[in-house]
Structures are given as C-alpha cells and as structure tokens.
T-cell receptor
C-alpha cells in the first residue's frame, strides 16, 4: 500500500524559517514533488527530488532521504503570501502520483 | 502559456442527476490524472491514464464513476447517479510519462461540484 504523512497545520512568523516534513511508504519510488496550494486555487509546482540530498530554489529548498522515506520543504524569509497549503506527492510505480493531505501553513505578522 | 483546461468551473446539481466533467490536457502531455479534493481527505487519486489507456482507476467508486479519454485532447469524468457525498473539487492534471523537475504535473483550475 501507499501512505504519505504530513503535519496538518503549522504556524510561523513573517521573516522566519519553517520546515515542513513528509514521510512516505510506497510501492516503488520514482521521485517526490512538493506543491503549493492557495485557498480556492489549483496546486502549483514547487520542487522535485529523486536523488538524496538538498535541492535549493530561491527561498525554498527540498530535501530527500530515500532510505528513510523522508522529505522536507524548507521555506526561508517567510512572507505573508506564503500562507498556503503545502502538498507532498510521491511518484510510485507506473508513474502513479499520490498526494499527502497537505500542511496548512499560517504566517503571523 | 500552456495550461490544463477544465469545464465547468462550478456545477450544482440534484442528487440522482448525471454529472460530466471535462478536461483538456496540455498539448503533448501523455499522462492525465483525475483527483478529488475535500477538506477531510485531501487530494485523492481517482484514475489516471497514459497514452489514453487507463492505468489505474482503483480510487473510483466503480458503480457510479467512469473516466475515459475519447482522444488525446479530451478526458472526461462522469458520475451517474450523483450523491451529496460526491460534493468536492475535482482536479484534472497532465504531465509527461516520466515526471521530473522539468516536467512536473500541471493542474487545471478544478470543477467545484455541489450535489444537493
């Protein structure tokens, strides 16, 4: 079976750093996505990891450890517009893409 | 700017009626996914296709849901008969066969379905 776990909600302060964790158990592994979704909108692509290590892209970074079935998304210099849900998704066998339930991130001024 | 197009954006219908949702994937993409999103369950995979062939529809209630790709530019999701518990946002997404940084999944704007 497949299972993806993320915290339901997190709160952080504007200008700070926040780390959103994701653990997974899947049948086959061909990569991991992070998506951002603002309320009432479609998910938009943030990052992709397939090898172990850190991928950095501006204020956002994503880390993967395949042996631990673990990833995190790191957001730096938080801005109010970063208030959104963050979705972890695993690409399994046959390119089947399963999403976690998402983490709602609240940014306080 | 290429995008996935879903119609209708909103649909309100009565229990028992048939609902058809349509999706036009990005030209050239060969995988199409249908997801349903609710507050409680998040994004649930209903079905997905590769090169128009269904690969997995185990997430769909088979007795009432059906998904097809009549051609490469159109994917449909039908619910017959609809029930109040089907109320959700239905997303279509398209991509290439091997997802990567340069070819992630692209989402349409969704169909918000309300069944009364």
């Amino acid at each position: 079976g497949q299972n993806i776990d993320q915290p339901t909600e997190m709160t952080a302060t504007e200008g700070a750093i926040v780390q959103i964790n994701c653990t997974y158990q899947t049948s086959g592994f061909n990569g991991l996505f992070w998506y951002q979704q603002h309320a009432g909108e479609a998910p938009t692509f943030l990052s992709y990891n397939v090898l172990d290590g850190l991928e950095e892209k501006g204020r956002f970074s994503s880390f993967l450890s395949r042996s631990k079935g673990y990833s995190y998304l790191l957001l730096k210099e938080l801005q109010m517009k970063d208030s959104a849900s963050y979705l972890c998704a695993v690409i399994g066998r046959d390119d089947k893409i399963i999403f976690g339930k998402g983490t709602r991130l609240h940014i306080l001024p | 700017d290429a995008r996935v197009t879903q119609t209708p954006r909103h649909k309100v219908t009565e229990m028992g009626q048939e609902v058809t949702m349509r999706c036009q994937p990005i030209l050239g993409h060969n995988t199409v996914f249908w997801y349903r999103q609710t507050m409680m369950q998040g994004l649930e995979l209903l079905a997905y296709f590769r090169n128009r062939a269904p690969l997995d529809d185990s997430g769909m209630p088979k007795d009432r849901f059906s998904a097809e790709m009549p051609d490469a530019t159109l994917a449909t999701l039908k619910i017959q008969p609809s029930e109040p518990r089907d109320s959700a946002v239905y997303f279509c997404a398209s991509g290439f066969e091997q997802s990567s940084y340069n070819s992630p999944l692209h989402f349409g704007n969704g169909t918000r379905l309300t069944v009364t």
